[in-house]
C-alpha cells in the first residue's frame, strides 16, 4: 500500500520559516521525482519544486531563492525548506511522486500524492 504523510505546515508571520516533510512508503522511493505542490483556494493547483531521483532540482519562480527541496533517499523522505515567507505563499502544500516530468499545474492527478499540510503566513 502506498503512502505519503506530509507535515510541517502551521502559521507563520511573514518573513518566517517551515520546513515540510514527507515520508513515502510503499514505493521505489529513490527513482521517483518527488515534488511540492500548493493550492490556494480558488486556485488550480501548482508546482512548488521538483527533485529528480539523482538529485536534479527544479523551482517555480516565485520561491526561487527562498525555498529548498531536498531528499534523503536512506528515510523515503523529501524536504521542503520554506524561507522568507510571504502572505502569497498561504496554501495547502502536497507531496507528489511520480515517474514522469511534473507537469506545472495539475489538470489531471498523477502519481501520488500526500494528503496535503496547510501553511499559513499572516501577521
Known amino acids: 500500500q502506498v503512502q505519503l504523510v506530509d507535515s510541517g505546515g502551521g502559521s507563520v508571520q511573514p518573513g518566517g520559516s517551515l520546513r515540510l516533510s514527507c515520508a513515502a512508503s510503499?514505493?521505489?522511493?529513490?527513482?521517483?521525482?518527488m515534488a511540492w505542490y500548493r493550492q490556494a483556494p480558488g486556485k488550480q493547483r501548482e508546482l512548488v519544486a521538483a527533485?529528480?531521483?539523482?538529485?536534479?532540482?527544479n523551482y517555480a519562480d516565485f520561491v526561487k531563492g527562498r525555498f529548498t527541496i531536498s531528499r534523503d533517499n536512506a528515510k523515503n523522505t523529501v524536504y521542503l525548506q520554506m524561507n522568507s515567507l510571504k502572505p502569497e505563499d498561504t496554501a495547502v502544500y502536497y507531496c507528489?511522486?511520480?515517474?514522469?516530468?511534473?507537469?506545472?499545474?495539475?489538470?489531471?492527478?498523477?502519481?501520488?500524492w500526500g494528503q496535503g499540510t496547510q501553511v499559513t503566513v499572516s501577521s
Open positions: 527533485i529528480t531521483s539523482d538529485g536534479n532540482t
Open positions: 510503499g514505493i521505489g522511493f529513490s527513482i521517483y521525482t
Open positions: 507528489n511522486a511520480d515517474l514522469l516530468i511534473p507537469p506545472r499545474v495539475v489538470t489531471v492527478p498523477r502519481g501520488y
